[in-house]
């Protein structure tokens, strides 16, 4: 059964801590994406990644990183440096670069709470 | 910079009727519009992608059409129904790897 699976589906952090969120995909997918939602926002890049070992900012990517080292992965790291970290976060893959017919994947996506 | 609005940002219907959902986009340049469905707390679902060369895909009860040259593209629900309450987003693939998002329509349809 193909897809992409996000976990945890809820996750509190406390001030000044790290946290991991993990997104896998068996789509075969080379392109790897994670966006944060806010209420009534539009989704925003945070980083995306083409291929293994290889990775680019999006557009609000300070107070997070990432790693790609297996073409299944993409994990994202909330860090302290974050400092509001609230929202839904939601990854997807893509098939790499195919122009007009590009379509995402979306994973369920994991709600981080501050405590 | 690529932007894409979306109105109205929520929409009440009865039950059977049709109803249209606006996005507009400010650069023409674009390799694709796609419409995606999200539930609450959910991911996002692909709902239909039109592609540039493209001016409108249908899928059942759907219909979107997409116009460059104004920068807008339209989703055509036919027949509501209570099940298609959901919010519905607009978003446009430019250059790179990137896609921009609208915001969204929150739809309620009302047995």
């Known amino acids: 059964d193909g897809g992409i699976t996000q976990s945890p589906k809820y996750l509190f952090r406390k001030e000044g801590q790290n946290v991991t969120l993990s997104c896998e995909q068996n789509?075969?997918?080379?392109?790897m994406y994670w966006y944060r939602q806010d209420p009534g926002q539009g989704l925003r890049l945070i980083y995306y990644?083409?291929?293994?070992?290889?990775?680019q900012k999006g557009d609000i990517a300070e107070g997070y990183s990432v790693s790609r080292e297996k073409k299944e992965s993409f994990p994202l790291t909330v860090t302290s440096a974050q400092k509001n970290p609230t929202a839904f976060y939601l990854c997807?893959?893509?098939?790499?670069?195919?122009?007009?017919?590009?379509?995402?994947?979306f994973g369920p996506g994991t709600r981080l709470l501050v405590l | 910079k690529q932007e894409v609005t979306q109105i109205p940002a929520a929409l009440s219907v009865p039950e059977g009727e049709n109803l249209v959902l606006n996005c507009s986009f400010t650069?023409?340049?674009?390799?694709?519009l796609q419409w995606f469905r999200q539930d609450p707390g959910k991911g996002l679902t692909s709902l239909l992608l039109?592609?540039?060369?493209?001016r409108e895909q249908t899928s059942g009860r759907l219909n979107a059409s997409l116009d460059k040259s104004s920068g807008r593209s339209t989703l055509y629900i036919a027949a509501s129904q209570p099940g298609d309450s959901a919010t519905y987003l607009c978003a446009v693939k430019a250059g790179g790897f990137k896609t921009i998002f609208g915001a969204g329509t929150r739809l309620f349809v009302k047995a």
């Open positions: 990644s083409q291929i293994v070992n290889d990775f």
């Open positions: 039109i592609q540039s060369s493209q």
């Open positions: 789509l075969n997918h080379d392109a």
């Open positions: 650069d023409s340049a674009i390799y694709n």
């Open positions: 997807a893959s893509s098939i790499a670069w195919t122009g007009e017919q590009e379509t995402q994947y």
